[in-house]
Every structure is written in structure tokens, then in C-alpha cells.
């Protein structure tokens, strides 16, 4: 992602796959700015499958991304995996319980 994207920017990209739950645009701890990756969680794991087959390999505000369904994190951590960088890739059929995507 580029490093000027909102979470509103997300929430009207992704809309158009289904209904999102929640979007988690990703700072750095210290310095408060974006670490140009993000958390798109949908209502429905059909359309986060969608919006994965549509996304993933595209140009998005100018910076190619990439789409994968994310594992889930611990409770103590808002539900989104604990990571310094965006989570290693995941076979899709491994997810089928899991409703969020990121790019």
C-alpha cells in the first residue's frame, strides 16, 4: 500500500466486493505511520473471496498489492495476527473459516 492510504479509502476500495466489518490500517508503534499493509475484515467470507480473486496482484494507488486471507491473531492482540510485516502466504483452502483478507 501506498503510505498516504486511509482506512476510508479501504473501506470505499473493498465495499464493492460485500459488506466490510472493520478496516486496520497498520502503523509502526513509535512513529505513528503507516506500515503500508492493512486488515480488511468482511462479513461474509464469500465476499472476501471475491475481493481476493479481484485485488490480489492489482494496482492499487499506484503501488502494485497483494491480496491473502489472513490467519487469525490472539484476543489480546484486536483479533488480527501478530506480525512485524504482513502475514506469509496461506493456501486459501486452509482458510475456510476465516473472513479477512489483507494487502
Known amino acids: 500500500l501506498g503510505y498516504s492510504v ?3 479509502t ?5 465495499s464493492s ?5 472493520g478496516v486496520k490500517l497498520i502503523k509502526d508503534e513509535i512513529s505513528k505511520r503507516p506500515k ?3 486488515f480488511i475484515q ?3 467470507q464469500d465476499d472476501a473471496i471475491i475481493a481476493l ?7 492499487f494507488d499506484g503501488r502494485l498489492i497483494h491480496v491473502e486471507i ?6 489480546s492482540f484486536g483479533g488480527y495476527p501478530k506480525a512485524s510485516g504482513p502475514p506469509k502466504k496461506q493456501h486459501l483452502q486452509e482458510q475456510d473459516e476465516v ?5
Open 53 to 59: 480473486e479481484n485485488m490480489d496482484q492489482k494496482i
Open 36 to 38: 503500508a499493509y492493512a
Open 17 to 21: 466486493f460485500g459488506e466490510v466489518a
Open 99 to 103: 473472513a479477512d483478507c489483507w494487502y
Open 42 to 44: 468482511y462479513t461474509c
Open 70 to 75: 489472513a490467519k487469525p491473531g490472539k484476543e
Open 10 to 14: 479501504l473501506q470505499k476500495e473493498f
Open 6 to 8: 486511509s482506512e476510508s
